[in-house]
């Protein structure tokens, strides 16, 4: 039968029929080198190869979408995708390990293996950055929280309890993606080595020869690289053994200029090109234009150069998983907590949605590749909807919440990672409860807590919330957040006998580089409290964690009577039921102040009105047929009810 239909299906087949595809043009005739910087243009397996990478990072996507997302990028005609490794994801706790069945609540994003062989069966080549740091915007820059027990570990150097961690970590890694490597069959073509280590205040290049002899003790034998800014010169590499590549968001004559003058006579490559930005809460969204994009990612291409586009698909950063910077201090003072979506304005939206960006690739890219494979056809996208709107049908006071935790008592204030929970791994992630009993306070009493809070604060006097609701960004200045130096409240007007009092810090995210190594949450050290002029010691601390295990065993939800919502911190509940048509939404929060929203016991991420980011990304895969439990910590004041939205939601602060 021949009509129009067949017709079209033929020609566009037939167009592309002789193309090989990548690993049939590559390794076609069996595999004998890998990627090669032994001449002043990159081969792999022998042949020219011009690298067209897009950021990607597995645990930033839910894992049901990986697929879409690397034919997506395959589909643009690169050749290449890059990942991070985050260590705190993979080794949770002091020794224990997850590659995805190691039973920790992110456990279904860390299928590293399954992600490698998802890429290959996309036709795509991998480049890994397993750091062990990764900045990367993540908290801590990726570095377990429970590192910070150990006051000996000096992160990022050549201290010995620090390597020991490290080598044990890199032992239990390597050997996964060392059977993943090109010439093993694999689609790891390059495996970088630490992670702009030219920015870090404390160069160590007895640490980076550390790192290069574990990472060749365990059988990798592809390309090892680095990379860093232009302006770090060599600090951050080791001249001869890794190959140096550049970061930079524009002026690639400038930038390629160095870098050949660097390394003459080797191929050019940028590891991390901006097509645009991420955003901090109360930072304006960041975006780059279609235009300076392309000239600036032309620029990249015809110079000629390999490229790594940082973010290619930027994603979500998940429940309590966002990094901070700071600038010059490490007492928290110049705190930036990241947003929870990671959308980074990158050329496939949060949810994997194509921008203008994307059709600038892929022409571009087809414009300027000399090797033609076969590129699929674009994935028809994700769908979406705007589930209608949900009561609250019910909610737990603060005090309920606090009574399912357990507490401990000490005599000493402890930071979260120092609390002896999680087989001695301390706490990582969420709120600390600090809490006296039985306090007489006298009318006009003050509580003031040293130094700067880490990160966030509410006071609760028999759990009612004295401190102030988050009213606009300028609030961030006053009690209750990180930029004072010793915070000062007010507690009570009148004579209160036998009270309790709690003192709520939220770990709003790690900072993930520059000053870092101070990174404790919680109260500790350098704050003392004071009522009055009398400290307080003798606390009972309580964790609330708000783990799968924990959210999925909370009961005793109250009815909320129609507009009776209390203020303070409580958890509201939602219950969204669904048949077969199930599909990606958006939770619109922003009729809400600050908290948390867990879904199905997963803790999708963190919100605050203040901006930008008004919606949360939530995949249609975490929901199920049936009931979908949405549960939300809010610290302040709870809205009437849930909403959805089928699109992001960005606001002005
Ligand atoms: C590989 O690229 C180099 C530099 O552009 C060029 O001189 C050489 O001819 C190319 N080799 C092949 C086989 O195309
Ligand atoms: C990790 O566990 C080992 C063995 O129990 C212990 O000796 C070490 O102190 C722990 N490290 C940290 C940072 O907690
Ligand atoms: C608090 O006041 C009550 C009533 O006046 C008194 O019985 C109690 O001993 C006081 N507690 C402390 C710790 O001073
Ligand atoms: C904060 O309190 C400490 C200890 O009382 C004091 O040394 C320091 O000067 C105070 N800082 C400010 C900014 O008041």
Same mark, same amino acid.
């Given at each position: ?20 595809? #990548? ?11 890998? #990627? ?5 243009? +990159? ?55 997850? +590659? ?8 279904? +994003? ?5 992600? #490698? ?241 994307? /059709? ?12 033609? !494979? ?67 306070? !006298?009318?006009?009493? !003050? &509580? ?26 300028? /609030? &961030? ?17 009148? /004579?209160?006998?036998?009270?309790? #009092? ?78 077969? /048509? ?40 975490? &929901? ?30």
């Amino acid at each position: 039968m021949y009509n129009i239909l067949t017709f079209h299906f033929v020609l566009a087949f037939a167009s592309c029929a002789d193309l090989p595809t #990548l690993y049939e043009y590559y390794t076609g005739d069996g595999v004998t080198s890998g #990627l090669s910087v032994d001449q002043p243009y +990159f081969t792999l397996n022998g042949k020219n190869i011009t690298i067209y990478s897009g950021a990607m990072h597995y645990f930033r996507i839910p894992p049901q979408h990986w697929r879409d997302r690397l034919r997506k990028l395959r589909a643009a005609g690169l050749n290449t995708v890059e990942t991070y490794i985050p260590w705190n994801l993979h080794e949770p706790r002091n020794g224990s390990f997850d +590659f995805g069945s190691g039973g920790s609540d992110m456990e279904m +994003f860390l299928d590293l293996e399954g992600y #490698l062989t998802a890429a290959q069966e996309e036709d795509l080549l991998v480049i890994v950055r397993p750091g062990p740091y990764i900045c990367a915007e993540w908290e801590w820059g990726g570095y377990p929280s429970w590192l910070l027990r150990d006051e000996n570990v000096k992160i990022r150097t050549a201290e010995a309890t620090y390597m020991e961690y490290v080598e044990r970590y890199f032992n239990t890694l390597l050997p996964i993606l060392a059977k993943y490597q090109f010439t093993n069959g694999g689609p790891i073509v390059a495996v970088q080595v630490e992670n702009e280590y030219g920015y870090s205040p404390e160069i160590d290049k007895e640490y980076l020869q550390q790192l290069y002899d574990i990472v060749k003790n365990n059988d990798i034998v592809e390309l090892l690289v680095t990379s860093d800014g232009a302006s770090s010169g060599t600090s951050g590499t080791l001249p001869g053994l890794l190959f140096q590549t550049v970061n930079f968001g524009g002026d690639a004559a400038t930038v390629f200029g160095i870098l050949e003058g660097l390394q003459p006579g080797k191929p050019l490559m940028g590891m991390e090109f901006y097509p645009g930005w991420l955003d901090h809460w109360t930072d304006v969204h960041h975006t780059v234009t279609d235009n300076d994009f392309k000239n600036n990612y032309e620029d990249v291409l015809s110079y000629p150069a390999s490229v790594n586009l940082y973010m290619f698909h930027g994603g979500t950063n998940w429940g309590f998983l966002n990094g901070a910077s700071i600038e010059s201090s490490d007492d928290n003072s110049e705190f930036e907590p990241c947003t929870t979506s990671y959308d980074y304005d990158a050329p496939l939206t949060e949810a994997g949605d194509y921008t203008s960006k994307y /059709d600038i690739i892929k022409e571009l890219v087809a414009q300027y590749n000399p090797v033609q !494979t076969l590129t699929p056809e674009p994935p028809a996208l994700v769908e979406r909807q705007a589930y209608p709107d949900l009561p609250i049908d019910g909610q737990l006071s603060f005090n309920d919440i606090v009574s399912k935790t357990t507490s401990i008592p000490s005599t000493m204030i402890l930071s979260m990672e120092q609390l002896p929970i999680n087989d001695n791994s301390g706490q990582s992630y969420g709120y600390s409860v600090y809490r006296q009993e039985g306090l007489n306070i !006298t009318a006009d009493s !003050t &509580l003031t807590i040293t130094g700067h809070i880490r990160d966030t604060v509410m006071i609760l006097i028999d759990g009612v919330l004295i401190s102030n609701p988050l009213s606009s960004s300028d /609030d &961030l200045n006053n009690f209750g957040y990180w930029r004072l130096d010793n915070s000062t409240i007010t507690l009570t007007t009148s /004579d209160l006998t036998e009270v309790t #009092l709690d003192i709520v810090i939220e770990n709003w995210g790690r900072a993930n580089g520059g000053l870092f190594y101070h990174q404790l949450k919680g109260l500790m050290d350098d704050n003392h409290v004071y009522l009055n002029d009398q400290e307080l010691t003798y606390w009972l601390i309580y964790p609330l964690e708000f783990k799968k295990s924990f959210n999925n065993e909370l009961s005793g939800w109250n009815s909320v009577e129609d507009g009776d919502l209390p203020k303070g911190p409580g958890l509201y509940r939602a219950t969204l039921t669904l048949s077969d /048509d199930i599909t990606d939404t958006f939770i619109d929060m922003s009729e809400w102040n600050k908290g948390l929203v867990i879904v199905n016991g997963f803790v999708l991420g963190k919100y605050a009105f203040i901006g930008p980011q008004q919606t949360l990304y939530l995949p249609g895969p975490f &929901l199920q047929p049936g009931n979908n439990e949405i549960i939300i910590f809010e610290h302040f004041k709870p809205a009437s009810a849930v909403k959805f939205s089928k699109d992001t939601i960005f606001n002005t602060p």
